[in-house]
């Protein structure tokens, strides 16, 4: 094999060395239902869930267990979660108190908690 054939067989090995190292990389970025957080994390990082009005509540798949609902409110605050139940876009609802009025909050797939106004 000539100085040529040795040049361009390692070119083309270390090339197909990269693809398959960039092959190997799993995909960062997610869409629709397909991710679900965990309790106590939110797959928005950017969304601002505290407040009426500064989120919105979407509609989708929810696999939040109740347990896990619960724990999303009360980690945003809010006690004496009562009636909390799934409605028909999959998003659950519940009366709970803060500071010291009652309210309705709701939690979607995401995990954003948004109080609704009534």
Same mark, same amino acid.
């Given at each position: %094999?000539? +100085?040529?054939?040795?040049a361009?067989?390692?070119?083309?090995l +270390?090339?197909?060395?990269?693809?398959? %190292?960039?092959q190997?990389?799993?995909?960062?970025?997610?869409?629709?239902?397909?991710?679900? *957080?965990? #309790?106590?994390?939110?797959?928005? *990082?950017?969304?601002?869930?505290?407040?009426?009005?500064? #989120?919105?509540?979407? *509609?989708?798949?929810n696999?939040?267990?109740?347990?896990?609902?619960?724990r999303?409110?009360?980690?945003?605050?809010?006690?004496?979660?009562?009636? +909390?139940?799934?409605?028909?876009?999959?998003?659950?609802q519940?009366?709970?108190?803060?500071?010291g009025?009652?309210?309705?909050?709701?939690?979607?797939?995401r995990?954003?908690?948004?109080?609704?106004?009534?």
């Amino acid at each position: %094999m000539g +100085l040529k054939q040795t040049a361009f067989a390692a070119a083309l090995l +270390l090339g197909s060395a990269g693809l398959a %190292m960039a092959q190997g990389t799993a995909p960062s970025t997610t869409t629709g239902n397909q991710t679900v *957080p965990s #309790a106590g994390t939110s797959a928005n *990082p950017n969304a601002n869930a505290t407040g009426a009005g500064n #989120a919105a509540l979407e *509609p989708g798949a929810n696999s939040f267990t109740e347990g896990q609902a619960r724990r999303r409110i009360e980690d945003r605050g809010y006690t004496n979660v009562d009636q +909390l139940h799934k409605d028909q876009n999959s998003i659950w609802q519940a009366e709970t108190t803060k500071d010291g009025r009652r309210v309705r909050v709701g939690v979607d797939f995401r995990g954003n908690v948004v109080e609704e106004n009534r």
